[in-house]
Nanobody, 124 residues
Framework: QVQVVESGGGLVQAGGSLRVSCTVS????????MGWFRQAPAEEREFVAG????????YYADSVKGRFTISRDNAKNVVYLQMNSLKPEDTAVYYC?????????????????WGQGTQVTVSS
């Protein structure tokens, strides 16, 4: 059984930084892409960042490019999202997702396993 568990969310002031983590068990972590998505209140869930199976390729939504960094440690089965220069509009529940394939994608349909989400709140 595949399990995806996020951690590290919380409350931070605008301009601050936060790192969220995601641990995956039950599958060969290093064979699959990973992604981070987020959902703000009354909004659709949206893609934030993705990373290929090897970590060699990353892709970001325009809204976070230059501020967020996705990375992975295949030895530990963990993917990270480092968030810097946070803005109130980054407030959302952040979801980690395990891809169906090794290549990364911004499409939800290409992710098979999802965590429960972790709340990130940025105060102004």
């Amino acid at each position: 059984q595949v399990q995806v568990v996020e951690s590290g969310g919380g409350l931070v002031q605008a301009g601050g930084s936060l790192r969220v983590s995601c641990t995956v068990s039950g599958r060969t972590f290093s064979s699959y892409a990973m992604g981070w998505f987020r959902q703000a209140p009354a909004e659709e869930r949206e893609f934030v960042a993705g990373i290929s199976y090897s970590g060699g390729t990353t892709y970001y939504a325009d809204s976070v490019k230059g501020r967020f960094t996705i990375s992975r440690d295949n030895a530990k089965n963990v993917v990270y999202l480092q968030m810097n220069s946070l803005k109130p509009e980054d407030t959302a529940v952040y979801y980690c997702a395990g891809g169906r394939f090794g290549r990364l994608s911004p499409r939800e349909s290409e992710y098979a396993y999802w965590g429960q989400g972790t709340q990130v709140t940025v105060s102004s």
